[in-house]
């Protein structure tokens, strides 16, 4: 293998590489005694709290019941006691800021007592309330430097957990994150309103339908996690991926993922290695990861929950992420969670799995083997076929931001049309209720495969779409067009608010057409299923939404395809979205204005960063090795001429066209970086219209020359040696 003296020395690191530490006992402690050990469960609030204030806890978690603060100096007493018991000498209110990522606080359990000595207090003021900076990071103006104070609240119903350090624990308690107005500064907040508007609108169909016994309805998540695996070495060699957190330059391999070998296949002992740890420590924080296996790209994996309370799910996404960049140092591999580290190959989603139901009632969008006689599931599934035609634009912001731009639209992602994929029976189902009411639905059957030895296997009565951002997969609906890097908590606290508000309507509908008649139900349902249809039938499509047909057919229909960010991200600020939010008190119209303003100040930025780094990488690492090269070239044709050889110069002519052309390109995006700022949206605009074009460019210069230049001279990892070396 060639390459320069620091490719070599990351090469070598990682074929000689050792394990850090020795591998895990795994027979030791089973699974089972494992799952949620470091996790302050029901189970150890039941054993732990006095009887009255565990039935307390339980009604707010269970029921929605406000939680009852005059119990939390006990809950906070047998709190601090579990949490020492298992090591912990701090305690943090963990929170979830607009930046996306995960925000904690620490704070000692001991306090000074007088006499030289200290003592361990938690007490249920500081269970309830923390008090982080609240102007530090991203509030849109909510929050201007001079006013800092913001709080944190403690969310009962997310479980608090014991995180593990070599050299301690912490007692972690989830947290929203407000400021002093009131206000939300988190991603978290406006969820947990969401899911409440969710609950209170589809209690009025349950009670339509007879089911009176007020069992909460709460929506539930289950996020599929693609990410990539790179050796630490390749990552420390590349400023792009440490800063950037995808390559900005880079040639495609001989071999890309061209073979399908990769998916499914079995996965390298270190990776295996890393996941198993993974999966350990996710176990003990209660995160009920179920799958595991390659991706379709080379490098490239994937991880998935079972489904769960959509804020747990959310809460547990998050600590997903961080323990598997935090034990993947430990194999010496980053995790990159990047929509699109590579080019050419597969990006990562974060497929998020979506439904609703209830304790007494299950599932509610559970169609069963006649869907078309279970009246109160073509209901629910009819309101979410409305909100996604009526608010697909509002959908297609929350999940806009720089890097899901490099994937949506691509061969392993959903277009950046939102439509619904529901498969051959519920289509059928809806096309008959469409002309006047469903008869019959498609039965399940089973597949004979021809093989003796091999069993029939039950058939599905429909195929899966992977084209589709927002697919009904059996029981749920499957949002395929998140990215892998972002929170679901927005993309959840849409989907909840817009199918509460398509319930409403569904129910005011109903409950004035019965006059609380039951009699009259199936007839109302019947006529007002077939307006739904009749008017936002246009929103399913279960063809190839990777095709330019389906491009120019949704256009037809009027579907809208915001295809970047800058289009997509003042969706969420419109005048339909502002009322629609304030409606059901998830925000207010000034906190949906400041979530407009960070989404596209983050957008602004992230693509400056890339930018600038595209410049820098050009100048001071492409440029000098091509100019090393150009010269050899040189010095060799002087030499050949020198001693009388004919020969041509078509290596050097290329090599100093692509010299002069890399320069004048990176003049040209150091131009486009002077700019002068405006607005954040005019930032935005300007980072898609000038500096994305121009880096292509640059790119392109570049990647070129990695094909042409001695390897032994050109200073990135190559694409073959980071995706492929193990």
Avoid at 188 to 207: C, D, E, F, H, V
Avoid at 678 to 705: C, Q, W
Wanted: aromatic residues 8%; hydrophobic residues 40%; proline residues 5%.
């Amino acid at each position: 293998m060639s390459g320069n003296k620091a490719r070599l020395d990351a090469i070598s690191a990682v074929i000689n590489y050792k394990p850090i530490s020795e591998p895990l006992n795994f027979a030791e402690t089973p699974t089972k005694e494992l799952f949620a050990s470091n996790v302050f469960s029901t189970a150890v609030m039941k054993q732990r709290l006095p009887k009255p204030v565990y039935k307390s806890i339980m009604a707010t978690i269970q029921k929605g019941a406000p939680l009852d603060t005059s119990t939390a100096d006990v809950v906070a007493s047998a709190m601090k006691d579990w949490a020492i018991e298992k090591g912990a000498t701090h305690y943090a209110h963990v929170f979830y800021p607009l930046t996306g990522l995960t925000a904690e606080k620490h704070d000692s359990f001991l306090s000074p007592n007088g006499d030289g000595l200290a003592i361990a207090e938690f007490s249920g003021e500081q269970l309830i309330q923390g008090e982080p900076d609240g102007s530090s990071f991203p509030t849109g103006g909510i929050r201007p430097t001079f006013e800092a104070r913001g709080y944190t609240a403690w969310d009962v119903t997310s479980l608090a957990y014991i995180l593990e350090n070599p050299n301690g624990t912490t007692l972690c308690i989830p947290t929203a994150f407000v400021s002093w107005t009131g206000e939300a500064l988190d991603k978290k907040t406006p969820l947990l309103r969401a899911m409440k508007a969710l609950n209170t609108q589809a209690q009025r169909i349950l009670k339509l339908f007879g089911d009176t016994d007020g069992s909460l309805v709460t929506s539930t998540a289950g996020p599929e996690q693609e990410y990539f695996l790179i050796d630490r070495n390749f990552f420390l060699a590349r400023p792009d991926l440490m800063t950037a957190g995808r390559t900005l330059f880079g040639a495609a391999p001989a071999k890309g993922q061209e073979f399908d070998d990769h998916y499914f296949g079995a996965i390298p002992e270190r990776v295996l290695a890393c996941m198993m740890e993974t999966e350990r420590e996710l176990y003990k924080l209660g995160v009920p990861v179920k799958t595991r296996h390659n991706e379709v790209a080379p490098g490239q994996y994937e991880v998935a929950p079972v489904f769960e309370n959509a804020n747990v799910a959310t809460d547990h996404q998050q600590l997903l992420m961080i323990m598997l960049k935090r034990v993947a140092e430990k194999y010496g591999m980053v995790c990159i969670t990047h929509e699109k580290p590579f080019a050419g190959v597969n990006g990562s989603g974060k497929h998020v799995n979506f439904s609703f139901g209830s304790a007494s009632l299950g599932n509610l969008l559970e169609p069963g083997d006649t869907p078309h006689e279970n009246a109160r599931f073509l209901v629910f599934c009819a309101a979410v076929i409305r909100a996604v035609d009526k608010y697909a634009p509002l959908l297609r912001s929350v999940i806009a931001h720089a890097g899901n731009d490099h994937r949506l639209g691509a061969n392993e992602a959903p277009p950046a049309i939102i439509s619904i994929f529901l498969g051959d029976q519920l289509t059928e189902v809806f096309e008959q209720i469409k002309t006047g009411g469903a008869k019959s639905s498609k039965a399940k059957s089973t597949l004979n495969i021809g093989v003796d030895t091999l069993p029939p296997l039950p058939l599905h009565s429909g195929d899966r779409n992977r084209t589709s951002p927002f697919a009904f997969t059996g029981n749920k609906f499957e949002f395929r067009a998140v990215g892998s890097s972002q929170s679901i908590a927005t993309p959840l606290m849409a989907l909840n608010t817009i199918v509460a508000e398509s319930i409403d309507a569904i129910a005011t509908r109903l409950e004035a057409d019965t006059a609380g008649d039951a009699g009259k139900l199936d007839d109302a349902i019947q006529k007002l299923l077939q307006e739904i249809m009749v008017e936002h039938g246009r929103i399913i499509f279960n063809g190839d939404g990777y095709s330019e047909a389906w491009h120019k057919e949704a256009e037809a229909r009027g579907l809208p395809n915001l295809r970047t960010s800058v289009e997509a991200i003042p969706e969420f600020g419109s005048e339909a979205a502002v009322e629609l939010f304030k409606k059901y008190n998830v925000l207010s119209p000034r906190e949906v204005e400041s979530r407009v303003e960070v989404k596209l100040e983050q957008y602004a930025m992230a693509i400056a960063v890339e930018a600038k780094l595209t410049a820098k990488i050009a100048k001071t690492m492409i440029f000098p090795a091509a100019i090393r090269y150009q010269s050899e070239l040189a010095t060799t044709c002087a030499n050949l001429k020198a001693v009388g050889y004919s020969f041509d110069t078509n290596t050097l002519d290329r090599v100093t066209e692509l010299v002069r052309c890399l320069q004048d390109s990176t003049v040209e995006l150091d131009m486009a970086l002077a700019h002068e700022g405006g607005s954040v949206f005019e930032e935005a605009e300007h980072a898609l219209k000038k500096l994305i074009p121009a880096m292509n460019v640059v790119r392109e210069y570049a990647d070129t020359l990695e094909t042409i230049v001695a390897d032994d001279l050109w200073p990135l990892p190559s694409y073959q040696e980071m995706l492929f070396i193990k």
